[in-house]
């Protein structure tokens, strides 16, 4: 079962930026730019499990109509006062609560759905992926980012060291919450990833899905689209 994330809203963006140094600005940036690549503006994206809204709103900057939906209220709380600080330039995303494993959009509806980081705490992810594939348009765009474990094994000893010790220990210093940030490693480190997440995605139902590593494979992009014959899954 997926952690209360109500219980950490407040803290959330602080201990992301923390405990990546930043890279998650960067990561969603990245995202972002996948996501608008060889489209005329704008387009329509869905965000699921958006959280504060941090990639909802760098779409926005990117000129994107967006859509986030997430189960817990006091994240888009959060999100919601993001975005009202928005320029007036850009068009400010709306938000929702909705359970991405039952999105409440029809078939066929948006241009590209996005995940940040959210994947990881779908019930169950098969389903979760079928309906991020259900609502986008035929050769629609889906972009996730999720963290991941490092393949170097050099690498692993130093990584475990963090992500097992010292998050939580900042979890718990920060957000006075040790629990949520015992329950993040532990997530990274079970969840498929990888060649293996790949084949989850081709099996919902995408196609042409690929992965790009960042910043050592601690965080992985990946992209795939819908078929063109695709209908309701």
Avoid at 116 to 137: S, T, Y
Avoid at 173 to 184: D, K, Q
Wanted: charged share 20%.
């Amino acid at each position: 079962m997926a952690y209360d994330f109500n219980k950490i809203a407040h803290s959330y963006d602080r201990l992301n930026h923390l405990m990546t140094a930043g890279l998650d600005i960067a990561w969603r940036r990245k995202a972002a730019k996948a996501v608008t690549a060889g489209h005329n503006m704008p387009i329509e994206v869905l965000d699921v499990a958006c959280g504060t809204g941090d990639l909802s709103i760098a779409l926005s900057m990117r000129k994107c109509h967006v859509a986030g939906v997430d189960l817990s209220e006091e994240m888009l709380g959060v999100a919601i006062n993001k975005a009202e600080q928005l320029d007036n330039e850009f068009i400010r995303p709306t938000f929702d609560i909705a359970n991405a494993e039952h999105l409440p959009y029809p078939d066929n509806t948006f241009d590209a759905v996005t995940c940040a980081f959210g994947v990881r705490n779908f019930v169950h992810l098969d389903v979760g992926l079928k309906e991020m594939i259900r609502v986008i348009k035929p050769t629609g765009r889906i972009v996730i980012l999720e963290l991941s474990t490092p393949d170097n094994p050099l690498l692993r000893p130093f990584y475990n060291l963090y992500s097992r010790h010292i998050i939580p220990l900042l979890g718990k210093v920060i957000a006075s919450n040790r629990e949520a940030y015992t329950y993040l490693p532990n997530s990274i480190e079970h969840f498929p990833k990888g060649d293996t997440f790949i084949k989850c995605m081709m099996n919902a139902g995408a196609v042409s899905a690929t992965q790009r590593k960042l910043t050592l494979g601690v965080c992985r992009m990946y992209t795939a689209t819908k078929p063109n014959s695709s209908v309701s899954i």
